[in-house]
């Protein structure tokens, strides 16, 4: 069956140091895949989509699909960072998501 | 401009209540979604509707009904409310075909059934 595994439920970093959120997928076919954020008090937003290959907000996630994963990656933790990151799968015209991972960065 | 809005923002009832929340998106989409998500913030799909016609219905309880007047408008009826329905429900919009993936989230209702 199609999934998505984030693994880390909370993940806490001080400013400045690297951080990576991981997902992994499980799916048989070519996949869609995207990373959307939800700062504290705002709605859902899309991230970025690994179609694009572009850097957002200095994110980039990379599609690996010798091991099936799409993990966030940004070299420098801000503080405003701090938000619950999905991953998600698009598959039919809809969207599935991973469990969340809330990155918190400390000052 | 509020791009997907959803009211009522906040619903607290008590079971065995029925109650609705309503989504309208200004974007000029034609697909419109509903989803969940529960108190450990997990997120799933309900239903999706394209221009006025339900094409995905995940495996909900007949006591959520969706119903869409028109391509700007879901609304979200849940009879006989249970416990276990409280959540907070997120409308989405996309526009099918076209960046079809890039969902646009509407600001949620928190739902709290006593």
């Known amino acids: 069956a199609q999934r998505v595994t984030q693994p880390e439920k909370l993940l806490s970093v001080f400013k400045g140091a690297p951080v990576e959120l991981k997902c992994n997928y499980s799916?048989?076919?070519?996949?869609?895949l995207f990373w959307y954020v939800q700062y504290s008090r705002q709605r859902l937003q899309l991230l970025l989509r690994?179609?694009s290959r572009e850097s957002i907000k200095g994110f980039t996630a990379d599609l690996n699909k010798g091991e099936t994963s799409f993990h966030l990656k940004k070299p420098f933790a801000q503080e405003e960072d701090s938000a619950m990151y999905y991953c998600?799968?698009?598959?039919?015209?809809?969207?599935?998501f991973g469990q969340g991972t809330e990155l918190s960065v400390k000052p | 401009d509020t791009a997907v809005s959803q009211t009522p923002k906040y619903l607290v009832t008590q079971m065995g209540n029925d109650k609705s929340i309503k989504c309208e998106q200004n974007?000029?989409?034609?697909?419109m979604y509903w989803y969940k998500q529960d108190s450990k913030k997990f997120l799933k799909i309900m239903f999706s509707?394209?221009?006025?016609?339900?094409?995905i219905n995940e495996t909900v309880p007949n006591r959520f009904s969706p119903k869409s007047p028109d391509k700007a408008h879901l609304n979200l009826h849940i009879n006989s409310l249970e416990l276990g329905d409280s959540a907070v429900y997120f409308c989405?919009?996309?526009?099918?075909?076209?960046?079809?993936?890039?969902?646009?989230f509407g600001p949620g209702t928190r739902l709290t059934v006593t």
């Open positions: 998600a799968l698009s598959l039919g015209g809809k969207l599935i």
């Open positions: 509707y394209n221009n006025k016609e339900l094409i």
């Open positions: 799916y048989s076919g070519s996949p869609e």
């Open positions: 690994h179609i």
């Open positions: 989405a919009s996309s526009q099918a075909g076209r960046s079809s993936y890039e969902q646009y």
């Open positions: 974007l000029g989409h034609d697909t």
